[in-house]
T-cell receptor, first 109, second 117 residues
Framework: GQNIDQPTEMTATEGAIVQINCTYQ??????LFWYQQHAGEAPTFLSY??LDGLEEKGRFSSFLSRSKGYSYLLLKELQMKDSASYLC??????????WGAGTKLIIKP | DVKVTQSSRYLVKRTGEKVFLECVQD?????MFWYRQDPGLGLRLIYF???????EKGDIPEGYSVSREKKERFSLILESASTNQTSMYLC????????????????FGPGTRLTVT
């Protein structure tokens, strides 16, 4: 079966760095997405990786290793507004998205 | 600015009622999706559509149907609502394409929190 694993919850301190991991087993691979979802709001697109390596976008970076079925989202200089759930999703061979359950990130002052 | 809108943010219905959830996108996207989101579970795909009048079953289509009469509008119908359909329902849209390296990310509406009593 297809499976995406990510931690349920993480806590970090304002100004620090946090890494949210995602491992996947899917039927084929056509890219990995990270979305941010604030409580009660819609998910919004953060990043897309299809080749191995690191993609950087301001304070956020996303890494992919296809051979290991592994990705992480790195958030630097954490701000209180980064408190949200972070969803990992993989596009499979049928171009359908398989979603992880999400990681709730709590930022403490 | 891209926009996906849903007809209601909150809805309370009784068991057995027919429920209509509407979604409209203004981005001229070919693909539209309906998901439900429950605590501790990932987004689960109910139905999707890649063209007007076309529909495909997702992972959990039982108890639901859909309608896409116009490109910008995708409706989800609960024929006879049940308490286990109490959930957050999210609509999304995306461009269609298979070009390698292109994200074709999905854009989401604000969601409808449906309670069936």
């Amino acid at each position: 079966g297809q499976n995406i694993d990510q931690p349920t919850e993480m806590t970090a301190t304002e100004g620090a760095i946090v890494q949210i991991n995602c491992t996947y087993q899917t039927s084929g691979f056509n890219g990995l997405f990270w979305y941010q979802q604030h409580a009660g709001e819609a998910p919004t697109f953060l990043s897309y990786n299809v080749l191995d390596g690191l993609e950087e976008k301001g304070r956020f970076s996303s890494f992919l290793s296809r051979s290991k079925g592994y990705s992480y989202l790195l958030l630097k200089e954490l701000q209180m507004k980064d408190s949200a759930s972070y969803l990992c999703a993989v596009r499979d061979s049928n171009y359908q998205l398989i979603w992880g359950a999400g990681t709730k990130l709590i930022i403490k002052p | 600015d891209v926009k996906v809108t849903q007809s209601s943010r909150y809805l309370v219905k009784r068991t057995g009622e027919k429920v209509f959830l509407e979604c409209v996108q203004d981005m001229d996207h070919e693909n539209m999706f309906w998901y439900r989101q429950d605590p501790g579970l990932g987004l689960r795909l109910i139905y999707f559509s890649y063209d007007v009048k076309m529909k495909e079953k997702g992972d959990i289509p039982e108890g639901y149907s859909v309608s896409r009469e116009k490109k910008e509008r995708f409706s989800l119908i609960l024929e006879s609502a049940s308490t286990n359909q109490t959930s957050m329902y999210l609509c999304a849209s995306s461009l269609m394409g298979v070009t390698s390296g292109t994200s074709y990310e999905q854009y989401f509406g604000p969601g409808t929190r449906l309670t069936v009593t």
